[in-house]
């Protein structure tokens, strides 16, 4: 049984722009989310998010920028009794230093299961690149690849029917 969903931000919970989400002004948040976090909160599924936000190491936004483009989704979510139980996000890009959070790295993922009790066999990891996939992997958890921006209700619709 999954007690654990971890979803990808950026093409997966709002707008892939093919650039950096850098204000809160350009933060969409894509429209299938809401009806499937209902889906999965009334099954008792955890949800977290797993992100990479480079752009903070690159300088084209900063932590609080980013605390402001979460509130904004925290905002959406609250209008339904909706909250995300945990965001982890690795600020730091490899062309500014090495780091171990980063996607394909796992911590962000390990991080979740250790901190909610779920074993990798009770997760699954939706996102929408390879580093997505590569990452769930390392942590030993099942992940799907959609398309950026793609609704992911079918997965959701199997996930809760289980």
């Known amino acids: 049984m999954v007690k654990l969903i971890l979803l ?21 948040l894509l429209p299938h989310v809401v009806p499937n976090l209902i889906k999965l909160k009334r099954a ?11 752009g903070i190491a690159k300088g084209l936004y900063t932590h609080q920028t980013l605390t402001q483009i979460h509130q904004k989704l925290k905002m959406a979510l609250d ?7 945990e965001i982890y ?3 730091h890009h490899p ?3 090495k780091c171990l959070c ?11 299961l250790a901190r909610f009790g779920v ?14 996939v590569d990452a769930a992997n390392a942590a030993g ?9 793609q609704d992911w209700s079918s997965i959701i619709d199997e996930i809760v029917a289980h």
Do not use: W
């Open 8 to 28: 990808d931000r950026d093409g997966v919970i709002n707008k892939e722009l093919g650039a950096y989400v850098t204000n809160p002004v350009d933060f969409e």
């Open 44 to 54: 008792e599924v955890l949800v977290v998010v797993i992100t990479n936000q480079g």
């Open 79 to 85: 209008e339904h009794q909706l909250v995300f139980d």
């Open 89 to 91: 996000y690795c600020p």
């Open 95 to 97: 062309e500014y230093g």
């Open 102 to 112: 980063r996607k394909p790295g796992s911590i962000m993922i390990e991080k979740a």
């Open 119 to 132: 074993t990798p066999q009770e997760a699954i990891m939706i996102g929408d690149t390879q580093r997505d």
């Open 141 to 149: 958890v099942k992940a799907v690849k959609i398309e950026s921006n």
